[in-house]
């Protein structure tokens, strides 16, 4: 795991030299400590049980066991890698996000765009941390009109997914947010938000009014200060209903 030597990585891609290239361009960065590789995702899932590796850069086709399928195994482990989708074809990314990704980065991986994923991944490792007693995410970041801003929590009414980044939107408007999604909603899961579809996350103190179609069941939540009606996607609906206690 993570510690003053830096993170453990595993890039799992079919290629060698993409791998090694991948490797390349991680190692010039500071944060990083070992490197590791694997050349599918049987290989992978032994590291990964073995050696508990901080951070996974995934490739998502692959012979057998593509990247998206092993992403949902990994799901199920207690402290899963963070990981970083590597692929050609952008229209993966809601899929990736859907399956908790903390960024994906489109081949051939650049420099600058890999550092970005690399800053994300160290909000969301710092977010994995325990929090000191009685420590609690009070306000994040926002931007509006080129002017950066401290938004408190308690003012947001909900979150919106826009690519690798989000939306905090309050009374007042939209903010533009240098997080993904995922890592706002590992940081707010204390503070009474909820993801209720892979591109919304709501305040539950905000929802005004539920609306659930009498046929599809489909769930409809309306939020009192944006006035916002949010859609709840049918793989939440289950949990979404459980906390806002629907039968």
Same mark, same amino acid.
């Given at each position: 795991m993570a510690d003053q030597q830096g993170w453990n990585v595993l890039i799992v891609d079919d290629e060698p030299p993409i791998r090694s290239e991948l490797a390349y361009l991680l190692g010039q960065d500071e944060r990083v400590g070992t490197i590791d590789e694997a050349g599918g995702a049987t290989e992978a899932i032994e590291k990964i049980l073995a050696d508990k590796p901080d951070v996974l850069?995934?490739?998502? @086709?692959?012979?057998?066991?593509?990247? +998206?399928?092993?992403?949902?195994?990994?799901?199920?482990?207690? !402290?899963?890698?963070?990981?970083?989708?590597?692929?050609a074809f952008s229209e993966y990314a809601a899929e990736a996000f859907e399956l908790n990704a903390t960024d994906y980065v489109l081949k051939p991986v650049e420099q600058e765009r890999l550092a970005k994923a690399l800053d994300k991944i160290d909000a969301t490792l710092a977010a994995r941390k325990p929090a000191p007693s009685?420590?609690?995410?009070?306000?994040? @970041?926002?931007?509006?009109?080129? !002017?950066?801003?401290?938004? *408190? /929590?308690?003012?947001? *009414?909900?979150?919106?997914?826009?690519?690798?980044?989000?939306?905090?939107?309050?009374?007042?408007?939209?903010?533009?947010?240098?997080?993904?999604i995922s890592t706002?909603?590992?940081?707010?899961?204390?503070?009474?938000?909820?993801? /209720?579809?892979?591109?919304?996350?709501?305040?539950?103190?905000? +929802?005004?009014?539920?609306?659930?179609?009498?046929?599809?069941?489909?769930? @409809?939540?309306?939020?009192?200060?944006?006035?916002?009606?949010?859609?709840? *996607?049918?793989?939440?609906?289950?949990?979404?209903?459980? @906390?806002?206690?629907?039968?």
């Amino acid at each position: 795991m993570a510690d003053q030597q830096g993170w453990n990585v595993l890039i799992v891609d079919d290629e060698p030299p993409i791998r090694s290239e991948l490797a390349y361009l991680l190692g010039q960065d500071e944060r990083v400590g070992t490197i590791d590789e694997a050349g599918g995702a049987t290989e992978a899932i032994e590291k990964i049980l073995a050696d508990k590796p901080d951070v996974l850069f995934l490739d998502i @086709q692959m012979p057998g066991t593509s990247g +998206v399928q092993l992403a949902d195994i990994l799901n199920n482990l207690k !402290k899963p890698p963070v990981v970083v989708f590597v692929t050609a074809f952008s229209e993966y990314a809601a899929e990736a996000f859907e399956l908790n990704a903390t960024d994906y980065v489109l081949k051939p991986v650049e420099q600058e765009r890999l550092a970005k994923a690399l800053d994300k991944i160290d909000a969301t490792l710092a977010a994995r941390k325990p929090a000191p007693s009685g420590a609690a995410t009070r306000r994040i @970041q926002g931007e509006r009109n080129g !002017k950066r801003t401290y938004l *408190s /929590v308690s003012d947001i *009414s909900y979150i919106e997914a826009k690519a690798d980044y989000s939306f905090a939107y309050t009374q007042s408007g939209g903010y533009l947010v240098n997080e993904s999604i995922s890592t706002l909603e590992q940081r707010l899961q204390d503070e009474g938000f909820i993801r /209720v579809h892979r591109s919304y996350l709501v305040n539950i103190d905000d +929802v005004r009014d539920i609306e659930v179609a009498k046929q599809s069941g489909l769930i @409809q939540l309306t939020l009192e200060r944006s006035g916002a009606c949010i859609p709840v *996607s049918r793989r939440r609906a289950a949990t979404v209903r459980k @906390q806002l206690g629907l039968n």
